[in-house]
């Protein structure tokens, strides 16, 4: 698992190296089936200004039992609204994250010959604890990306989580 570091209290940034061309990533962070493999379902996104809504349902990414502390994520399945902010195909997506504290985060892909440099950015997060938390969350999702592009199991999502949040604390 690879992590990423806090370049400012409020904001996250997570690098990951991923073995697939660039429009192959780009279409696991549009397409809303594809994207409901390794973080969040919902409404394809296509364009600068469109609203949106996703699904969290972690049981559709994984069938461990979630830790205590996400427990309702078992079987739960948990809507979200959001604005895409850029839109850029294949290059660049940012959306808006939450519905009361909205944050920003920026998907910026690089093309790397086969390969693809994921910059993850993660801004405007209201608290030090909710960035340990997003980050956690974000490594554990873009490890089960980095899977899923590679054609390995990717059964360890919550796993990844705990390890994910463990690196973390007192890191931000």
Same mark, same amino acid.
């Given at each position: 698992?690879?992590?990423? +570091?806090?370049?400012?209290?409020?904001?996250?940034?997570?690098? *990951?190296?991923?073995?697939?061309?660039?429009?192959?990533?780009? /279409?696991? =962070?549009?397409?809303?089936?594809?994207?409901?493999?390794?973080?969040? %379902?919902?409404?394809?996104? @296509?364009?600068?200004?469109?609203? &949106? /809504?996703?699904?969290?349902?972690?049981? +559709?990414?994984?069938?461990?039992?979630?830790?205590? +502390?996400?427990?309702?994520?078992?079987?739960g399945e &948990?809507?979200?609204? %959001?604005?895409?902010?850029? =839109?850029?195909?294949? +290059?660049?997506?940012?959306?808006?994250?939450?519905?009361?504290?909205? @944050? #920003?985060? /920026?998907?910026?892909?690089?093309?790397? %010959?086969?390969?693809?440099?994921?910059?993850?950015?993660?801004?405007?997060?209201?608290?030090?604890?909710?960035? *340990?938390?997003?980050?956690? %969350?974000?490594?554990?999702?873009?490890e089960t990306?980095?899977?899923?592009?590679?054609?390995?199991?990717?059964? *360890? &999502?919550? $796993? @990844?989580?705990? $390890?994910?949040?463990?690196?973390? #604390?007192?890191?931000?």
């Amino acid at each position: 698992m690879e992590l990423g +570091r806090f370049a400012a209290p409020d904001t996250f940034v997570l690098e *990951r190296r991923l073995k697939a061309p660039v429009e192959r990533v780009w /279409s696991y =962070f549009v397409d809303g089936e594809k994207r409901a493999r390794w973080f969040a %379902g919902g409404d394809t996104l @296509s364009a600068a200004g469109q609203a &949106f /809504s996703i699904l969290f349902a972690h049981h +559709r990414i994984t069938d461990e039992t979630p830790p205590e +502390r996400w427990a309702a994520m078992k079987n739960g399945e &948990f809507p979200m609204a %959001g604005r895409v902010l850029a =839109f850029d195909p294949p +290059r660049l997506l940012t959306i808006t994250f939450g519905e009361e504290n909205v @944050s #920003e985060v /920026s998907f910026a892909l690089t093309a790397m %010959g086969d390969e693809t440099l994921l910059t993850l950015t993660h801004t405007k997060i209201e608290t030090e604890k909710a960035a *340990r938390d997003y980050a956690g %969350g974000w490594t554990a999702h873009v490890e089960t990306l980095a899977g899923l592009l590679e054609g390995k199991p990717t059964n *360890r &999502f919550w $796993a @990844s989580v705990l $390890a994910a949040h463990e690196a973390y #604390e007192g890191a931000a």
